[in-house]
């Protein structure tokens, strides 16, 4: 802003400073309770992260997780605001490790009450196993899913919440966990049953994330003890990504890679290397079997390569044994001498 500008914007608040009330004051410089001045809503959203974070981190803990999210893809949201959501819950998985053995992810998008819609279902029984991996989670599943219109038929998306969760079949080990994604203006129903139901009767645990002009109280009525802690009110829908952003950890470990069908890579690995999904990261790469290292892709010098053993190379017989079936393999490449080498322990 410039000098100029700064000015003006000055100006403005000192005249309206003189011509308010101690009420219009409040307004202006957020006082609390105790009178003490109140952070501008720029840190909003930083508290609010901090809290967020907390959650996250004890769910990560919790070890095996089932993750229901509930987004909201009515008229009242739009279409822009709807993939903000989206966005929003990428960046929440980015903290988890996805796979049928560690946190399972069910994504619900919900309007009218014909257009509630399972989108991602990783916890129901004889779901196919090759799409319970993090890989086909954000690259296929969560891309494919479509913004709809309509009403806000909330209570109909926790119904379908109670059905997967509510499953005698579903594993009662695994730490059950919701997120409802919405405006706040529910319609169709009273959603506040459905979600005691599932809260004391399934012992869920319930996030509620709204807009500060949607019915906030609904929403922290539906949401977990403590209120605070498990509902996150703010100003617009793309403070829902920041949000996220704040809540992510930086002491991820490496996660599991988890074997796939080789057509998941498009055919890039080598005859040695397995096509395998990152548990953590999402996404493929090429595993070297043990003893070897490298890309594992079909591209010169980017393959499989076989580790050297901790003794040392003496001589090109060796060396040739190592790294190529047969002398007609050699051809013309050049084998250094041992010196050359390094050795690994």
Partial sequence: MHFSQRLLAMSALCLRLACSTSNDFEEIFPIDSAGRFEPADDSKVDRLGAVLKRGVSRLRSQGRVDLVFLVDSSASVGAQNFYNEIKFIRKLLADFAVSAEATRVVIVTFSSVDKVIRQVDHVTPNATATRQNKCSLLEVEIPAISYASGGTYTLGALNEALLVLGNPESDPAARRSLFLITDGYSNGGDPRPAANALKHGLGVELFTFGIRNGNVKELRAMASEPVDEHCFILDSFEEFEALARRALHEDLPPGEFVAQDSSACAGICDSRATCSCGTHTGQYRCICPPGYFGFGRNVSGDGC????????????????SLFFS????????????????????
């Fill in 305 to 320: 390569l076989r580790k050297f053993i901790s003794s040392a190379i003496y001589n090109r017989e060796e060396a040739i």
């Fill in 326 to 345: 047969s002398e007609s393999d050699l051809a013309e490449t050049f084998v250094p001498k041992c010196s050359d080498y390094k050795v690994e322990p």
